[in-house]
């Protein structure tokens, strides 16, 4: 069964930084492509997108995190990474990560598999 499960969620100041992880089970890794999303109240998640693999294989970044938001990834633990950096109130939401198969994804511009989701708050 295909699992995703963020962790790392946390309350912090403005100009802080966190580390989330999305541990991904059921599909290899290798073969997989991630994207973070982030949701507001009232908006759904796919249209948060801030990461994702592009259809050239390399990391993209929406604007508004590029240079502050960096995605990694551990295939050893099957773990993605996202670490923020200079956190700002406007970053405050349900984070996500969503997988699919790189075959799929690519096709379709789209994620089959959700995480529950980690909440990030920054407080002003």
């Known amino acids: 069964q295909v699992q995703l499960a963020e962790s790392g969620g946390d309350s912090v100041q403005v100009g802080g930084s966190l580390k989330l992880s999305c541990v991904v089970s059921g599909l290899p890794f290798g073969d997989t492509c991630l994207g973070w999303f982030r949701q507001f109240p009232g908006m759904e998640r796919e249209l948060g997108a801030i990461?994702?693999?592009?259809?050239?294989?390399?990391?993209s970044y929406a604007d508004s995190v590029k240079g502050r938001f960096t995605v990694s990834h551990d295939e050893a633990v099957n773990t993605s990474y996202l670490e923020m950096t200079n956190l700002n109130p406007e970053a405050t939401g349900l984070y996500f990560c969503?997988?699919?198969?790189?075959?799929?994804?690519?096709?379709?511009?789209?994620?089959?598999?959700w995480g529950q989701g980690t909440q990030v708050t920054v407080s002003p």
């Open positions: 969503a997988a699919a198969s790189c075959v799929y994804m690519i096709k379709e511009k789209r994620y089959l598999y």
């Open positions: 990461a994702g693999i592009s259809d050239i294989g390399t990391t």
